[in-house]
């Protein structure tokens, strides 16, 4: 069974930075690919994006493209989302993902495990 534990979120000024992190357990992280989601009160839950494997490449949501950027750290089962530029309409539940394989995929249902998810809010 594979846990996903997020932290980081909070309250940040708009043009801000917040990180968050996530720590994996429960089978072997490099075989899966890591990726991030986040959904508003009244909307569906949305693609941020995602890391490889090994954690060379990365994958984005344009809508945050420039301004988030992803990391992974096999050693220490850590996937890591910087984010930068903050505004308002970034505000929402951060949730850690995780599928089996490669390849990339922003729909929600091909991620097959879900951390609890940690709380963003920009203020104006």
């Known amino acids: 069974q594979v846990q996903l534990v997020e932290s980081g979120g909070g309250l940040v000024q708009a043009g801000g930075s917040l990180r968050l992190s996530c720590e994996a357990s429960?089978?072997?992280?490099?075989?899966?690919?890591m990726g991030w989601f986040r959904q508003a009160p009244g909307k569906e839950r949305e693609f941020v994006g995602a890391?490889?494997?090994?954690?060379?490449?990365?994958y984005y949501a344009d809508s945050v493209k420039g301004r988030f950027t992803m990391s992974r750290d096999n050693a220490k089962n850590t996937v890591d989302l910087q984010m930068n530029s903050l505004k308002p309409e970034d505000s929402a539940v951060y949730y850690c993902?995780?599928?089996?394989?490669?390849?990339?995929?922003?729909?929600?249902?091909?991620?097959?495990?879900w951390g609890q998810g940690t709380q963003v809010t920009v203020s104006s």
């Open positions: 429960g089978r072997t992280f490099s075989r899966d690919t």
């Open positions: 890391v490889s494997r090994g954690g060379l490449s990365t």
């Open positions: 993902v995780a599928r089996s394989g490669s390849g990339w995929t922003t729909g929600a249902h091909h991620y097959e495990h």
